[in-house]
């Protein structure tokens, strides 16, 4: 058997000595992590497991096409180490002679398909400090699942100290994972012209300069759109757990997606406080699946009725969801959903979204458009008046403080957001600041008067429309 030989940085090399479960290395720019577990991946790839093929995933959390990938640095590195003769390279694979095949994921989309992925041996997450405590939760069952030695890895630059691959890899690390902190001064090729790069970003962006080469937690909170707002919340111990009130009515505020996520925000009013009770978000789901959110129950598919194009007849509720069977306890009131929630879908018959939540019992309000300027606005004015519930919003926070502002090429930031993983949780708290004071006002206006409260003409003459006399009870 050829003996193959690698050249990556030595502190690197540490963390593939013995056996472990997780290997991890973080830090900034120029340490040559992605490179490195590049060409160790490859090495993985030429070895069989107990003359069986497997595979290797290489994920991350958002990836729109094969460019957002690994897979053209695997490819390189191939070529590099003169084993091009051993791997056939296809658009969206590389696979060994062996068997052994690279297959490259994102996780945020395309979780249901990874779930049913079989004979995964080796995991790679890069740009991990992106992904979700979701997607972790989904992933690690099931690439952990078939060989007795599976694996994950991660390469990443770290922002939050909360940030779930931090917490996996760093906070809770146990004897069998295996994590180092590795910069561009650990990395003796580390090359000059970039360290010219670096030098000039010490001199211009000191504030930039520790969490982007230096591996530092990003402590700039000049890009993020909502990042000091959410600090002022979280400095004033607006962010805690069980806020959820009984007798005050819940609302919900929805951006939707299908490729993209679809994220909702429970929330309730009481008087000028805006509490943030719940947060969801998910992606490639029907209607059904966010209206059994809502209830906290399932809605079994051989329970409903279907009709023409699709449309649902009559359903039933099932169970209670885990995880989500605190819901079946709310008491709605209005549910607010975007201008575009409104479009007719040929795709579903020509139904709306807002067509097809109402069959499934979910009655919606539908926001009109307004400028980003004024959505922003508005939503930094209602963090201030804002509490969130630390364990269920913990996603939705998250998304509220790393929402940023695309970044210019002279080191400046534009007036445009970044459309990432983090816009819909953000888009969604948008429609939320939009709609409180009308949610607010129709929950006053939902609450029984007393006799001292009420007019002659409401205690005799009391509008009781249409409704029978056992309905009006």
Not at 64 to 87: A, N, R, Y
Not at 188 to 199: I, M, Q, S
Not at 202 to 207: D, F, H, Q, V
Request: hydrophobic fraction near 35%; aromatic fraction near 12%.
């Amino acid at each position: 058997m050829t003996t193959l030989k690698v050249q990556i940085p030595e502190k690197l090399g540490q963390i593939f000595q013995g056996d472990a479960d997780y290997r991890g290395a973080y830090g900034g720019r120029g340490a040559a992590k992605t490179i490195g577990f590049a060409k160790m991946s490859v090495l993985e790839t030429t070895q069989l497991c107990n003359g069986k093929p497997w595979k290797f995933l290489c994920g991350r959390e958002l990836q729109k096409s094969l460019k957002d990938s690994v897979h053209s640095v695997i490819v390189s590195q191939i070529e590099e180490m003169g084993l091009s003769d051993q791997f056939e390279v296809g658009r969206e694979f590389i696979r060994h002679k062996n068997g052994n095949e690279f297959l490259f994921y994102g996780l945020r989309t395309n979780i249901a398909e990874i779930k049913s992925l079989h004979n995964v041996r080796r995991t790679w997450l890069e740009e991990a400090q992106k992904v979700s405590q979701t997607s972790l939760d989904y992933l690690i069952p099931t690439v952990m699942r078939d060989f007795p030695d599976c694996e994950i890895w991660a390469s990443w630059n770290p922002e939050e100290e909360d940030d779930p691959i931090q917490e996996l890899f760093v906070n809770q690390a146990d004897e069998r994972t295996k994590c180092v902190k590795i910069n561009w001064y650990d990395n003796p090729w580390f090359p000059e012209g970039l360290n010219k790069v670096r030098l000039k970003a010490l001199k211009n962006t000191p504030e930039k300069y520790g969490w982007i080469w230096e591996g530092n937690f990003n402590v700039n909170n000049e890009a993020a759109v909502y990042g000091k707002w959410i600090e002022k919340a979280r400095v004033a111990e607006r962010i805690r757990q069980d806020l959820y009130d009984p007798s005050l009515p819940v609302f919900t505020a929805w951006d939707l997606g299908y490729s993209d996520d679809t994220a909702i925000w429970w929330f309730q009013v009481a008087g000028n406080e805006v509490r943030l009770i719940d947060f969801y978000e998910n992606n490639r789901q029907d209607m059904r699946h966010y209206a059994e959110q809502i209830y906290g129950r399932e809605i079994p598919e051989e329970d409903c009725e279907f009709g023409a194009n699709g449309k649902v007849l009559s359903f039933k509720l099932g169970k209670p969801i885990d995880g989500a069977e605190h819901r079946v306890e709310y008491n709605y009131s209005d549910n607010y959903v975007p201008h575009d929630a409104a479009n007719k879908l040929l795709q579903a018959g020509g139904r709306s979204v807002v067509d097809q939540l109402h069959e499934f019992g979910v009655k919606s309000r539908v926001v009109a458009a307004t400028s980003q300027q004024n959505q922003i606005s508005a939503a930094r004015a209602t963090i201030d008046l804002s509490w969130f519930d630390a364990d269920r919003c913990k996603q939705g926070i998250r998304c509220l403080k790393k929402y940023a502002f695309a970044e210019k090429d002279d080191g400046g930031y534009s007036q445009t957001p970044v459309h990432d993983v983090y816009s819909h949780g953000a888009d969604a708290y948008e429609i939320v600041a939009q709609v409180w004071k009308t949610a607010k006002n129709a929950a006053e206006n939902e609450k029984p008067k007393f006799l001292t409260d009420m007019t002659i003409d409401e205690i005799f003459w009391a509008d009781t429309g249409n409704k029978s006399s056992i309905e009006r009870i």
